[in-house]
């Protein structure tokens, strides 16, 4: 994963030495035509191993055998090894926020538990989309679910999940006698989720996968003390508890708590889909309206949406006009003591930048439909202009009418566009659609979306290449 190699631009300085070579072996040894035959050779033959040297050349993330001992690599490993602890494990001691307020512990031991209500089964944590990391069970564990030895509608063996530090996201703490005590949320919860190898839930985890089973709406809901958060958007518990059952699964409305908008123009509700946090290497703005750096945003998220401790602060977020939520609560400049976030950060972003998008498994699309559809993508349906190879992405903004829809989402951010989506690993993130709030419910749609838009005159037979090569990325 760490390996990868970049020849397309290595081989530039490749190419340039090989002219060099050629033009330097013709004037010495131009005298006839048989020593310049074998000075081409000899130019050929260098050019090869120098290119297969420079091809073989790993870029700075490699961190193969052979370059462990150099200290910059030492510390980039580990880096990128603190980084997914952070990702997968860390709250920022946002525990205060998910049980201290909202009492969402309370809501999973359930009352039998010294919660309140029926507690959440590992059933019930499934069915909201919660993952479990196969390989954080014991294998008598194991052994017991698939003998069905363990009672999967127990809110009792959620708990013992959360023990095994076993769910995905979620962090249990616990007392000294074992009581569950707290919950906090990470990452993980919804940039992450398992391959389905042991059950529908759980297997082997994802990083950087977007978790598009996630009813994060949902699990807010359990909460018996909705009041405060509906204080802050000032509405009514009920309209806030609609809101929420509105989101629907692998989404969530980042900016609601900075404008307090939870519903689009055209009265449709505004969430986003959770995007990729892998093949995000290389991309310069994050998040689907470009708000900043994946460094800034992960400061944001900690902060102001996982409600982490931490030091964040952004002037743009200081305007009562388009942000009077974050204005009233002063998001644009959060500071505690100590800083639970801020040094972190750079093992996070060090982390995220080391998971490459996945590559699709063999036989999930045509081949030779892919190979015609990719010649579509960078001449005839010019998608190229904007998702440039190698990252299927320019680093640039666009306003919606240059890509044919309604401005809401880019006028709540503050570049007022939208990002071109890196489009690496999009077999991975089909579920929940395409597009920020996932408008388009296929590929097939996203194509005729653009033919129609840039009169781009496709046949039927053409967009289907061209969705055979998105499914190929
Ligand atoms: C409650 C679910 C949730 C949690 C928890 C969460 N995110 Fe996100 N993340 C989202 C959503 C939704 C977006 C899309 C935001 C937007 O553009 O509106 C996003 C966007 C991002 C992006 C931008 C991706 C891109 O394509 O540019 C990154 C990077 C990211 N999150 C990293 C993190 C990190 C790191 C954490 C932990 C500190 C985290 N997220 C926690 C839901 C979540
Ligand atoms: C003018 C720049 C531009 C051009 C040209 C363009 N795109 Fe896009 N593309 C974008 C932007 C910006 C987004 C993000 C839109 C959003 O999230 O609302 C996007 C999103 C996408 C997505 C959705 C990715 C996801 O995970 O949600 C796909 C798929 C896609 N483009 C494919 C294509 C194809 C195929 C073409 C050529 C027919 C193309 N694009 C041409 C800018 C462009």
């Given at each position: 994963?760490?390996?990868?190699?970049?020849?397309?631009i290595?081989?530039?300085?490749c190419?340039?030495?090989?002219?060099?070579?050629?033009?330097f072996?013709?004037?010495?040894?131009?005298?006839?035509?048989k020593?310049?035959l074998?000075?081409?050779?000899?130019?050929?033959?260098?050019?090869?191993?120098?290119?297969?040297?420079?091809?073989?050349?790993?870029?700075?993330?490699?961190?193969?055998d052979?370059?462990?001992?150099?200290?910059?690599?030492?510390?980039?490993?580990?880096?990128?090894?603190?980084?997914?602890?952070?990702?997968?494990?860390?709250?920022?001691?946002?525990?205060?926020?998910?049980?201290?307020?909202?009492?969402?512990?309370?809501?999973?031991?359930?009352?039998?538990?010294?919660?309140?209500?029926?507690?959440?089964?590992?059933?019930?944590?499934?069915?909201?989309?919660?993952?479990?990391?196969?390989d954080?069970?014991?294998?008598?564990?194991?052994?017991?679910?698939?003998?069905?030895?363990?009672?999967?509608?127990?809110?009792?063996?959620?708990?013992?999940?959360?023990?095994?530090?076993?769910v995905?996201?979620?962090?249990?703490?616990f007392?000294?006698?074992?009581?569950?005590?707290?919950?906090?949320?990470?990452?993980?919860?919804?940039?992450?989720?398992?391959?389905?190898?042991?059950?529908?839930?759980?297997?082997?985890?994802?990083?950087?996968?977007?978790?598009?089973?996630?009813?994060?709406?949902?699990?807010?809901?359990?909460?018996?003390?909705?009041q405060?958060?509906?204080?802050?958007?000032?509405?009514?518990?009920p309209?806030?508890?609609?809101?929420?059952?509105?989101?629907?699964?692998?989404?969530?409305?980042?900016?609601?708590?900075?404008?307090?908008?939870?519903?689009?123009?055209?009265?449709?509700?505004?969430?986003?889909?959770?995007?990729?946090?892998?093949?995000?290497?290389?991309?310069?703005?994050?998040?689907?309206?470009?708000?900043?750096?994946?460094?800034?945003?992960?400061?944001?998220?900690?902060?102001?949406?996982?409600?982490?401790?931490?030091?964040?602060?952004?002037?743009?977020?200081?305007?009562?006009?388009?942000?009077?939520?974050?204005?009233?609560?002063?998001?644009?400049?959060?500071?505690?003591?100590?800083?639970?976030?801020?040094?972190?950060?750079?093992?996070?972003?060090?982390?995220?930048?080391?998971?490459?998008?996945?590559?699709?498994?063999?036989?999930?699309?045509?081949?030779?439909?892919a190979?015609?559809?990719?010649?579509?993508?960078?001449?005839?349906?010019?998608?190229?202009?904007?998702?440039?190879?190698?990252?299927?992405?320019?680093?640039?903004?666009?306003?919606?009418?240059?890509?044919?829809?309604?401005?809401?989402?880019?006028?709540?951010?503050?570049?007022?566009?939208?990002?071109?989506?890196?489009?690496?690993?999009?077999?991975?993130?089909?579920?929940?659609?395409?597009?920020?709030?996932?408008?388009?419910?296929?590929?097939l749609?996203?194509?005729?979306?653009?033919?129609?838009h840039?009169?781009?005159?496709?046949?039927?037979?053409?967009?289907?290449?061209?969705?055979?090569?998105?499914?190929?990325?």
């Open positions: 994963m760490l390996n990868q190699r970049i020849p397309g290595t081989f530039l300085p190419l340039f030495e090989h002219t060099y070579f050629i033009s072996f013709k004037n010495v040894f131009m005298r006839s035509k020593q310049s074998i000075a081409v050779l000899m130019a050929t033959f260098i050019f090869f191993i120098q290119c297969s040297k420079i091809l073989e050349k790993p870029v700075v993330d490699d961190l193969s052979h370059n462990k001992k150099n200290p910059f690599n030492e510390h980039k490993k580990s880096l990128v090894s603190d980084g997914k602890d952070i990702f997968r494990f860390d709250t920022f001691g946002d525990e205060d926020f998910w049980s201290g307020l909202l009492h969402i512990d309370k809501a999973i031991a359930g009352a039998n538990h010294g919660g309140f209500g029926p507690g959440i089964s590992p059933k019930t944590a499934l069915a909201v989309g919660l993952k479990v990391d196969a954080a069970l014991p294998p008598e564990v194991i052994a017991a679910i698939r003998s069905g030895a363990i009672n999967l509608d127990d809110p009792a063996t959620t708990i013992a999940l959360l023990k095994l530090n076993a995905l996201g979620v962090k249990g703490n007392s000294s006698e074992g009581n569950l005590q707290s919950i906090g949320i990470t990452c993980a919860s919804c940039h992450s989720t398992v391959d389905n190898s042991f059950a529908p839930g759980i297997g082997k985890r994802l990083d950087g996968w977007p978790n598009r089973d996630l009813n994060v709406g949902t699990i807010i809901s359990l909460t018996d003390n909705a405060p958060i509906a204080n802050l958007l000032h509405v009514d518990e309209t806030l508890r609609n809101v929420l059952s509105l989101w629907g699964p692998g989404k969530f409305a980042a900016v609601l708590f900075m404008d307090g908008k939870a519903f689009r123009p055209d009265n449709k509700i505004a969430a986003n889909l959770i995007p990729a946090a892998f093949g995000l290497r290389g991309i310069d703005l994050a998040t689907y309206t470009g708000w900043g750096s994946i460094k800034y945003w992960n400061s944001f998220v900690g902060n102001l949406e996982m409600h982490g401790k931490g030091n964040f602060f952004d002037p743009r977020l200081n305007d009562p006009a388009k942000y009077p939520i974050a204005v009233e609560n002063h998001f644009y400049n959060v500071m505690n003591t100590p800083d639970l976030i801020t040094p972190k950060l750079d093992a996070l972003r060090a982390y995220q930048h080391s998971i490459d998008a996945p590559k699709p498994p063999a036989g999930s699309f045509d081949k030779f439909a190979l015609r559809g990719r010649r579509i993508f960078f001449t005839k349906a010019k998608c190229d202009n904007c998702h440039a190879s190698p990252l299927y992405a320019d680093n640039k903004l666009h306003t919606a009418a240059e890509i044919g829809i309604d401005d809401f989402e880019a006028m709540r951010s503050p570049t007022g566009k939208y990002r071109t989506t890196p489009l690496g690993g999009l077999f991975a993130r089909e579920k929940g659609g395409f597009y920020h709030d996932g408008r388009f419910a296929t590929l749609d996203v194509v005729n979306h653009y033919d129609r840039n009169r781009l005159n496709l046949s039927r037979k053409e967009k289907a290449d061209l969705v055979e090569y998105l499914k190929s990325l």
